[in-house]
């Protein structure tokens, strides 16, 4: 006779915040504020996940009040004041604050307007020589306010388009800030994209500045862009001007502006009042498809969703320093300037997450004293593989969260920052998307965290997990969909007027639902777990890249006449990318072929996506249509069965398949 079998333990929290640490975040002090002044549910101390919940739940059942509360609390200044909080719910095509003017580099720099904190740093800024630099808040407004008076000089005008093919510096922050500023439209490639993969982008947009550097460093070694920068100006024909930043210490090309001439004024700042959703900057989609979307949100819409983010989700504020390794072509490098907008001062570190050692990021945190920071789920994995023990090597005392997005984080990699970090450091691994530039679900300061799982939903973000049939599952895998509007959503896309492209790209699963192509399950607890892309994006190190780009390159070549690269998200928190080729006719793959392949990548699009195998294969399997199947062999490679990974009758040639399936299941540990 058996015995009844015993139910299953629930899991314990990995770390859990006191008492004390709750009571004295921002968001439980918002929470006891919105309840005496917005309805807002009371917050019970001897229960903090009840008291979250109670207010998520508000947050999403009546998002009017919600927000209304957040740009309150947040002392958001309109110029005009709004005439209602959300004219119209349906997505897409909700109307957030409408009639309302303001502007988001004014609040970005408030705290300039402080006697107390004018003198304080706004950014701290280091390379790979570790050597900071500082930046006051006073400098900072009154460097911004400087160049945004040679922009209107230059005829720059609302709506008007400026991009920066610059690194993560203070130059790229000055240069967004004074674009907000006149009201214009910032968009920025990082440098070590490849022209190509700039103009893609920015050809769309039709910038009529450009911010330019003449190289970066990074890896130890000076990489030139000049020829790049050439390109860039040859083939943006709508440019009026360009700005030469001489990080290499290049002279000027010829007609271009310099960088210190134009911030070296004392203008008092003037800031361009817009509507609430007038657009901010461009941001891009990988170009998976096709060209890259060039996904544009609005001043008003970042402006709360950031000042929730950052003051709520994070717990920033004055006396915070705010470090997230990124680069300008990533939406992180967005959300790390929206640290200005609390208060804290932002790290900006330009270089390699691993020069000299592995420890490099560990070693900003340090000199910096960093007490939020950020970085890849792949770096944390990188450095439990590296044997890296920053508790024992660096001092982090300062740290109090760190924060890891790009690509979910393991649960090894939870156990390695306990374990070898900080014991009592939160962790707060976040998810979220450009298309957005902000997170779904991630960092709550008052709720305890568990191994593998982000700690919930965010406040005002009705997130859920939903069947093929639109079907709401708890403690299941499904998508990732967002059911009410959020003010960060996009406003549109350039250069899609009847915004047909934009409905297509997340409202054509659930028809006025947001589908955000990625595999979640919320548990019971009400936390989160992502299991990776439900679609094809290529993820490297936080910054997305579409196939589409990669084919352009690979198949210039004469050799290749067909391509496929695959993204792999591996259980051990690794991510492999091979790339498949069918040769053409008397081509063979050889070394120097593969050196030639991933030149051409690294040269033209990005280091960071060259691939990790060239693999030649007899042909590429397509649907009936012609498109390449991306999806499905990446499921194969991830060792899922051919019947479920494909419906056979939508496959050209089922055979091809079986190839990557054998591949899959060769890699599958054990085998």
């Not at 929290?13 to 005496?36: C, H, K, S, V």
């Not at 190190?541 to 352009?552: F, K, L, N, P, T």
């Not at 792999?568 to 050196?595: C, H, K, N, S, T």
Request: charged share 20%.
């Amino acid at each position: 006779m058996t015995s009844a079998s015993q139910p299953t333990p629930a899991p314990q929290p990995l770390w859990r915040p006191g008492p004390e640490r709750i009571a004295g975040t921002r968001l439980t002090r918002f929470q006891a504020w919105a309840a005496e002044t917005h309805g807002a549910p009371t917050g019970d101390p001897a229960d903090p996940l009840a008291s979250y919940q109670a207010l998520h739940s508000w947050s999403v059942r009546e998002p009017a009040r919600f927000w209304q509360a957040v740009v309150e609390w947040s002392g958001v200044r309109f110029t005009t004041p709004y005439e209602t909080v959300l004219a119209d719910a349906a997505m897409p095509g909700a109307r957030w604050f409408p009639g309302a003017t303001l502007n988001y580099a004014e609040h970005a720099l408030r705290a300039a307007e402080d006697p107390d904190r004018a003198h304080q740093a706004s950014l701290l800024h280091l390379d790979e020589r570790h050597e900071i630099r500082e930046t006051s808040w006073s400098e900072l407004r009154r460097q911004v306010a400087s160049l945004a008076d040679h922009l209107r000089r230059l005829g720059v005008r609302p709506g008007d388009r400026v991009s920066g093919y610059v690194p993560n510096t203070p130059h790229a922050v000055i240069a967004l800030l004074a674009t907000a500023a006149v009201g214009a439209v910032w968009t920025s490639c990082a440098p070590d994209f490849g022209a190509r993969g700039v103009l893609d982008r920015f050809q769309q947009v039709e910038p009529v500045v450009l911010f330019a550097v003449d190289g970066y460093r990074y890896g130890g070694k000076e990489h030139d862009r000049t020829e790049t920068v050439a390109e860039l100006r040859r083939e943006l024909p709508t440019l009026r001007a360009v700005v030469h930043i001489p990080l290499l210490g290049t002279p000027a090309p010829d007609g271009a502006l310099e960088w210190d001439a134009l911030v070296a004024g004392y203008a008092e700042p003037v800031y361009e009042q817009v509507p609430f959703d007038h657009p901010l900057w461009v941001l891009y989609s990988s170009g998976t498809t096709g060209l890259p979307k060039a996904i544009v949100q609005s001043q008003g819409g970042i402006l709360v969703e950031h000042l929730k983010q950052t003051g709520l989700h994070m717990d920033l504020g004055p006396g915070d320093r705010f470090f997230w390794y990124t680069s300008t072509g990533w939406m992180m490098w967005n959300f790390l300037v929206g640290g200005l907008l609390a208060g804290a001062t932002i790290i900006l570190y330009d270089g390699s997450p691993g020069h000299p050692d592995t420890g490099a990021q560990w070693r900003v945190a340090e000199r910096t004293g960093a007490t939020v920071f950020g970085t890849s789920a792949a770096y944390v994995m990188a450095c439990r593989k590296a044997g890296v023990h920053p508790a024992r090597d660096y001092d982090l005392s300062a740290v109090r969260c760190v924060a890891t997005t790009g690509s979910p984080l393991p649960p090894d990699g939870f156990r390695w920052v306990h374990d070898a970090v900080k014991e009592d450091v939160w962790l707060a691994s976040v998810s979220g998307g450009t298309d957005v530039c902000s997170c779904f679900a991630g960092g709550i300061p008052t709720l305890p965290v568990y191994i593998g799982e982000l700690q919930g939903p965010c406040l005002g973000t009705d997130l859920q997990a939903w069947d093929p049939d639109g079907k709401p599952v708890t403690d299941e895998v499904g998508e990732l969909v967002v059911v009410g509007p959020m003010p960060s959503m996009p406003v549109r896309f350039w250069n899609d007027p009847d915004g047909t492209r934009y409905r297509e790209s997340y409202f054509e699963m659930y028809p006025g639902v947001w589908r955000h192509g990625d595999w979640i399950t919320i548990t019971s607890r009400g936390t989160v777990i992502i299991h990776g892309r439900s679609d094809s994006t290529l993820n490297r190190q936080g910054v997305r890249m579409g196939s589409a780009d990669i084919y352009e390159v690979v198949e210039r070549l004469p050799e290749i006449r067909e391509s496929l690269v695959i993204g792999v998200e591996q259980a051990d928190g690794g991510y492999w990318m091979p790339l498949f080729i069918v040769l053409a006719e008397g081509a063979r793959l050889d070394d120097a072929l593969r050196d030639r392949i991933k030149q051409a990548i690294r040269a033209e699009l990005s280091p960071r996506h060259v691939p990790d195998e060239v693999i030649a294969v007899p042909g590429i399997p397509h649907t009936l249509t012609g498109k390449r199947i991306e999806v499905p062999v990446k499921r194969l490679l991830q060792g899922t069965p051919l019947e479920q990974a494909v419906n056979p009758g939508s496959v050209d040639n089922l055979e091809l398949l079986r190839i990557y399936e054998e591949l899959g299941a060769a890699r599958r540990p054990g085998n």
